[in-house]
């Protein structure tokens, strides 16, 4: 595996960043600490994620983690420390984690879960923003912020979106740790495999997506599928309408095209 030699990269003490065949791999590397998450480590998946958009070498992003635990959610640590904080601190580091999930959800490219233990509070957070996620029978899921008397308000926005109200409601106001099972039939995830295949499957699938389709196309794609939600009918049908007009003049569309009318096999990662 490539390591991407640069200071800022190696200046991480929670994160490492690699790349294999066009995939960009983003690991939670805490183990000790179940991963999880303090104003620290956010700063440094944001350097991360904003680092692999721009590499060029890199085509698809997987998030994964080190150790037994995907991510346990916030520092036991970090949630003492908050007790001292005022609101304007709150609030600041509130908008933090805030900014993490909108990056990740808009990024242009595809960021694919691999969940290979237990994703819980922030945790589940992580995997919920994903486009997709792969994860194995033995993890749980679950958002429990409110067993603690604390608020599950940023995650709720992406949710709703990923899986609807109801569910949504069941989840966040229960508090339940649900099975990797529930978690799919949910929508939360997207493929439950088995623990000594994961790794392989989120790498089949993650080289597919760049061997397969258009990068443009996906980051367009995805682009819409964040725009979409919040417009009302008329403005999403000429705003889809605008990106299709636009998607065929572009260099991939005419590539795309022609070697469809000449049967040729296209291989986009080149």
Same mark, same amino acid.
């Given at each position: 595996m490539e390591d991407m030699p640069t200071q800022e990269l190696e200046e991480l003490r929670y994160i490492r960043y690699d790349v294999q065949d066009s995939i960009g791999y983003i690991t939670l590397n805490r183990p000790d600490k179940r991963n999880a998450l303090n104003a620290n480590v956010v700063t440094e998946l944001k350097q991360s994620f904003a680092f692999a958009e721009d590499d060029d070498d890199c085509k698809v992003i997987v998030l994964r983690a080190a150790g037994d635990v995907f991510c346990a959610g916030a520092d036991l640590g970090y949630i003492q420390e908050l007790q001292s904080f005022g609101y304007q601190d709150n609030l600041a580091d509130s908008t933090h984690l805030m900014q993490l999930f909108h990056q990740i959800y808009t990024l242009n490219k595809v960021v694919i879960g691999q969940v290979h233990g237990h994703a819980l509070a922030g945790g589940c957070g992580l995997a919920t923003i994903c486009d997709f996620a792969f994860t194995v029978p033995a993890a749980k899921f679950g958002y429990t912020e409110v067993k603690i008397g604390f608020l599950p308000a940023i995650v709720s926005i992406f949710l709703l979106r990923k899986i609807g109200e109801t569910r949504t409601k069941q989840l966040l106001l229960t508090g339940d740790v649900i099975s990797a099972e529930k978690a799919m039939e949910y929508g939360l995830v997207n493929f439950v495999v088995p623990a000594e295949e994961l790794a392989d499957e989120v790498y089949r699938f993650a080289r597919r997506l760049c061997v397969e389709n258009s990068g443009q196309s996906m980051e367009i794609t995805? +682009? $819409? $599928? =964040? %725009? /979409? @939600? +919040?417009? @009302? /009918? +008329?403005?999403?049908? %000429?705003? =889809?309408?605008? $990106?299709n007009a636009d998607a065929r003049s572009s260099d991939d569309c005419r590539r795309g095209i022609a070697a469809f009318l000449n049967k040729e096999k296209l291989t986009w990662d080149n």
């Open positions: 995805k +682009e $819409m $599928m =964040a %725009r /979409l @939600p +919040e417009m @009302p /009918l +008329e403005d999403s049908l %000429r705003y =889809a309408a605008r $990106m």
